[in-house]
């Protein structure tokens, strides 16, 4: 089964490694003590190697006499546990200890006189063997084997003993600790249960972003996850604005094609063109709607000849106004942008000057234009003699379905249109008084 929660995880297999180290610590420790039974035990045995050592005679003749009285009382008692031998070296058995009658002999190993040797028997028993060199009163040297064992059953106690204390201990300590682990991993994990909830909570939409406080590590991770949700509201939007952005394009074509409904015959071309004209709105919309901001250049387009078309369908649609362009732009003005883009900016600047003009509307292009710092390679310039717009109202017309007089027909999205498509591009959109014709000015800066 596949583990998807990552606590689980965390707990799991912080969980395996604990369990791993009380294990080893277990075998270790236990090990630990088992050695350290053995060598007190050896120590012990030693000394009762040499209590047996003090009290040994060897007589005149060569033979080695041992009292009936001993001083450990454990070695005149059968059964005791506690046995004591003596060998001559590579021969039979010298001497047994009262206790260890009717126990089977343990045979020493060849030991070089002066060594111990500490082995555990076939007979489950823990022995110490001392090889010693004794000489007579004839100076003829003897070599013996004093032999001292003791059942393991009591070092087995001890470790047993020792187990159990130690892994109750573990045990109560494993879980204090996996307690205390359990505790350390949610609160690790707290910033990671805070996100998610945000998240939640923007799914819900109780919010619109990640706004806590993160942990360092998950601040890169909250930023773009708030880029990612900007980015997508910003397509939807766009492509909600799309359909009004739609209708707006299509109100100039729209106006010409009713102005021509009377006499069809006589205007077929121009019928013509404003339907090519408006095809080519829809599809510049749509492909607008579905892209993500990113201006891209696809080739040149001639600025002038845009103006020029623009003014022409204009001179149709306020034939009644009389309106005078003044256009002063290079012949031909090759510059690499969307052809629809430039179409729109120009298109709702001149419309708009058109609609609030009394005569003149002014169109400049200048190229190569400085702004402070800046260099851009464009300028253009929409102006009229019309009654021009407050200050205070500037900001606010750039806001999608405001108008700066509610008398004049439009959808109030022209320069909203206009202002997002030049700061998609990475231009300046600046408006002010005209100071040559008294009415509004609108400076178009594109990079």
Known sequence: MQIKSLSYRLFFSAGLVLAAFFALVSVVLEQGFRESAEQALQEKLQVYVYSL????????????????SLPEPQ????????????????????????????????????????????????HDRYALHYAVIWKNMAGVEHEYIFTVTEDAQFVRNQVERFRKTLRGWLLALGLVLILIQLILLRWSLKPLRLIVTDLEAIEQGKKTH??????????????????????????????????????????????????????????????????????????YQLQRAAAKGQHKTTGTVDLSLVINKIKASLDKVYINKNITFDLNMPEQNLIYYEEGDLYEI?????????????????????????????????????????TGIPP?????????????????????????????LVSLMGGILEGKKSETLGGMKWNVYLP
Not at 53 to 68: D, I, Q, R, Y
Not at 374 to 385: M, P
Request: charged residues 25%.
């Open 53 to 68: 050592l003090s009290v040994a005679e060897l007589k005149s003749s060569g033979e080695l006499s041992m009292p009936t």
């Open 75 to 122: 070695f005149a008692t059968p059964g005791s546990g506690l046995y004591g031998f003596i060998h001559r070296a590579k021969q039979n058995l010298l001497w047994r200890s009262p206790s260890a009658i009717g126990l089977q002999v343990t045979l020493p190993p060849d030991l070089p006189p002066g060594n111990f040797a500490f082995l555990l028997t076939e």
């Open 210 to 283: 990640l706004d806590g406080n993160y942990a360092t590590e998950l601040k890169g991770l909250a930023g773009n996850l708030n880029a990612f949700i900007n980015s997508e509201r910003a397509h939807l939007e766009r492509y909600r604005n799309a359909l009004a952005d739609l209708a707006h394009s299509l109100k100039t074509p729209l106006s010409i094609l009713r102005g021509y409904a009377e006499s069809f015959s006589a205007n077929s071309d121009s019928v013509k063109e404003q339907i090519y004209r408006m095809d080519e709105i829809v599809e």
């Open 346 to 386: 120009a298109g709702n600047l001149m419309d708009n000057a058109c609609k609030w003009c009394q005569r003149t509307v002014k169109v400049s292009v200048t190229l190569n234009e400085n702004k402070g710092r800046r260099e851009f390679a464009v300028l253009l310039q929409v102006e009229d003699d019309g």
């Open 392 to 420: 205070d109202k500037l900001a606010e017309i750039l806001k999608r379905g405001v108008r700066a007089d509610e008398n004049i027909h439009g959808h109030g999205i022209g320069m909203a249109v206009v202002y997002e």
